[in-house]
């Protein structure tokens, strides 16, 4: 493995991935949630990472960017990682509209205007 640290830290993640994994969790929580008496609401979800930015070591030149922990951004130093911060605003891929979390159906206008009861 040698004494580069680049190559070392087996604990980053693409930054790709953990949206993913953001995503996978959304996913995760709406199957749960299938069914039941009380839906949430999904609203805009705020991330903030500390990346290093490096240049894709299987040769196709692109670059990544890898989330670092804070112990590892510690150790590299602050010109080496910079923050990143985003929002995401996720949407239900089939109707456009946002995301309920316990929605096992596409929403409708049937209840417009009951006051939800």
């Known amino acids: 493995m040698g004494n580069d640290s680049r190559h070392s830290h087996l604990d980053d993640i693409e ?47 692109g670059v990544k960017a890898w989330v670092v922990s804070a112990d590892a951004e510690a150790s590299r130093g602050s010109t080496r990682t910079h923050t990143v911060s985003f929002t995401l605003t996720p ?19 049937s209840r417009f205007g009951t006051g939800g009861q």
Do not use: C, H, Y
Not at 33 to 42: M, Y
Not at 95 to 100: A, D, N, Q, S, V
């Open 15 to 61: 930054l790709a991935d953990a949206v993913q994994a953001v995503r996978d969790g959304l996913i995760s929580a709406a199957a749960r949630g299938a069914g039941q008496e009380v839906v949430f609401d999904v609203g805009e979800i705020a991330m903030e990472f500390t990346v290093e930015i490096r240049k894709d070591a299987k040769g196709s030149g």
């Open 91 to 109: 949407k239900d891929a089939r109707t456009g509209g946002g995301l309920r979390v316990g929605n096992q159906r596409p929403g409708g206008v």
